[in-house]
């Protein structure tokens, strides 16, 4: 029996920018990155999906995005600029995602051209997926303007759509192009989108960084009143760890079951679900972050106070450390527990649960006990319910 | 301005499998590949969807593949095995594609089970897109049983559907899991299907390798005659240059301009849509072959024998070389004329054309100059079109 044995490797790269005012005509970051990428006399073209809660709260951006691409001769706006609803809600929306694949096709999009994203999560999650797919894909570049995805998201290598109300059933593994975080957005966001944000950053430094959860106790208080400075700070921070965890932890599209960059995500994807995505993800990443802290001391991995030590932080935050979703419903199992089995077949293959060893460093389990599962819940709705 | 660079490889591999009775109880090469997938005691799941055509011309092959996989003990079949109609017109079936996706979703195929795919190129390009997306990325096997399948698309890394009559206007790269090449499928092929994959090895001898264009030249008569042990040559020699071209080449997932696989191909996408798909793929890419070889003697790259050998190579395994399309009509420019700037569009970026440096060598053009192809319709209707 003969067979023929294939085997290659893809390099994939990016650059993730930090700036301000991105589209002022003095900000050369988003120019000289384009210009970078033109080829000879080709004219590439852009094309613009932006988040409409972002463009209302800076009306001033389509504007002065078309005035600053008139100056480089290489790159056309292509068409107008398009305004898609912000919000988990966009991701439902099969008509809308066709409808962008439209733009693709009318606009003349080519493999060699831009799909421009302006947004939060569920806005770039939505571009992205419509960039990987079409003409096997276009070049997608992500200008995220929520901590969360400035933080997060935006800066990963993954996009999707929901399907029949499953979060992300549709999706792909299709890096940027390049993002640009800039931080002049963040100045618009709701409070509660601002503190939503903050949750990864406590998520990464717990499985990564001790100091930059110290980092984080020092500076709550500031913090969560709208520092500008230091949310800057928090964002490069945590973007930094996000990118090397991805690049680094040698298995940047998954294929295998292990993911640690989601501790305390296999609880707060059902509690989104659940509550009909009225529990923003931060949020419900601080709940479920609580949670399994909180059960990582019942394991007796870490110390009860180190456990309490970073639901306080939450806490401090303004972030919810327990829903009410986390309980026994009327003798029957939590609902929330259910999400370990759909997080099993998100992933594949064996359950995989990343807890903590210690602050600063994440451990896998591939089982839960629920009676201590339980407990956890609990002690946080002892001790937190009515804060 | 900070910046933090992000850059990582991914490694894919993948073997291709060449067999006979693949199902059959003492064919041990699907069982072992399926072992070597294994993960202790976590069963995995095989969901299977089969091409509609070839389950009529096989009345077995469904209850071999339950008997088959009864006794691997890591491996359930999930479901029935799903039948969906073959050819072109599954790739425009958006509501197929959604059923495919439902099946994942209701079988509970994770990112460790398998979507296996048995069928010509169509099913299998739609079956690679449905596994693509859900999930991420769900595993994917393909068994392809076509001569073009086999010996090309089958054993390449790209998956798509069509959208609004856009040829694989929607797709991803993903490569399959693993590749089942089984000759005895060949069998059954209706004797134009037979001879309309062989002009995918032409085209690859052309590009990569004289002494396999010498080898299809001595053996043309009985292979189009339908010699089994000699088509098993051809599959094997031809999917082996595909295979080490998609590798070697550096740019797998196509990330430039160039495409030396598409040797051909500008015209026959376009003669292919412009017949509403009556025209097969292979009997396309024959005509286009045809076209752009005595196009490349008419530049004077090859000479004029050459180009001639070549038509009649294709002549010989009874292709079209001609199609009335090609021509002027009514004074107006040949409609497959379009197809070029299309073809540049899909690709992105510059015009880049596949041409012949010599027969076993392809050499790339930007332009392409539309006197000389007329030119080169008119002698080819001259010679060939009453043949």
């Known amino acids: 029996m003969q067979s023929i044995q294939q085997s290659f490797k893809v390099d994939f790269s990016y650059k993730v920018f930090f700036t301000r005012y991105l589209f002022s005509p003095d900000n050369h970051v988003f120019r000289d990155y384009l210009l970078s990428q033109a080829s000879g006399a080709l004219i590439k073209k852009l094309l613009f999906v932006v988040d409409d809660g972002v463009a209302a709260s800076h009306p001033q951006?389509?504007?002065?995005?078309?005035?600053?691409?008139?100056?480089?001769?290489?790159?056309?706006?292509?068409?107008?600029?398009?305004l898609v609803p912000g919000g988990e809600a966009c991701k439902n929306d099969q008509a809308l995602f066709y409808s962008l694949v439209d733009k693709i096709d009318e606009q003349r999009i080519d493999r060699h051209s831009f799909l421009v994203a302006i947004g939060g999560g569920a806005v770039l999650d939505l571009a992205g997926m419509v960039a990987a797919v079409s003409h096997r894909g276009v070049r997608h570049i992500r200008i995220p303007t929520t901590v969360l995805s400035q933080n997060d998201s935006g800066v990963g290598v993954k996009n999707g759509i929901n399907y029949k109300g499953k979060k992300n059933f549709l999706g792909t593994f299709a890096p940027p192009a390049a993002v640009f975080n800039d931080i002049h957005f963040l100045t618009t966001l709701q409070p509660e989108d601002w503190r939503a944000g903050i949750s990864e950053a406590v998520k990464v430094a717990l499985i990564r960084d001790a100091a930059f959860f110290?980092?984080?106790?020092?500076?709550?208080?500031?913090?969560?009143n709208g520092d500008l400075p230091l949310m800057q700070?928090?964002?490069?921070?945590?973007?930094?760890?996000?990118?090397?965890?991805?690049?680094?932890?040698?298995?940047?599209?998954?294929?295998?079951?292990?993911?640690?960059?989601?501790?305390?995500?296999?609880?707060?994807?059902?509690?989104?679900?659940?509550?009909?995505?009225?529990?923003?993800?931060?949020?419900?990443?601080?709940?479920?972050?609580?949670?399994?802290?909180?059960?990582?001391?019942?394991?007796?991995?870490?110390?009860?106070?180190?456990?309490?030590?970073?639901?306080?932080?939450?806490?401090?935050?303004?972030?919810?450390?327990?829903?009410?979703l986390l309980e026994e419903q009327q003798g029957t199992p939590s609902p929330v527990l259910k999400g370990l089995q759909e997080f099993r077949e998100h992933l594949g293959g064996r359950l995989t649960i990343c807890l903590l060893k210690k602050i600063g460093q994440g451990a896998e389990v591939h089982e839960i006990d629920e009676t201590l599962l339980n407990k956890a819940v609990e002690l946080l709705k002892e001790n937190y319910a009515t804060k």
């Open 61 to 82: 951006l389509i504007s002065q995005i078309s005035a600053y691409l008139q100056h480089i001769t290489s790159f056309d706006l292509a068409g107008d600029v398009i």
């Open 214 to 224: 110290e980092w984080l106790e020092e500076h709550a208080d500031v913090l969560v």
């Open 233 to 324: 700070e928090l964002v490069y921070r945590c973007a930094a760890l996000h990118v090397a965890h991805i690049g680094g932890g040698g298995d940047p599209f998954e294929s295998g079951s292990s993911r640690p960059l989601d501790f305390g995500h296999w609880s707060a994807h059902k509690l989104e679900q659940l509550t009909g995505f009225v529990l923003r993800h931060g949020e419900a990443v601080s709940v479920g972050i609580a949670l399994d802290s909180v059960y990582t001391s019942l394991l007796g991995w870490i110390d009860e106070t180190v456990a309490w030590r970073i639901v306080r932080l939450l806490h401090r935050f303004r972030l919810p450390v327990y829903h009410p």
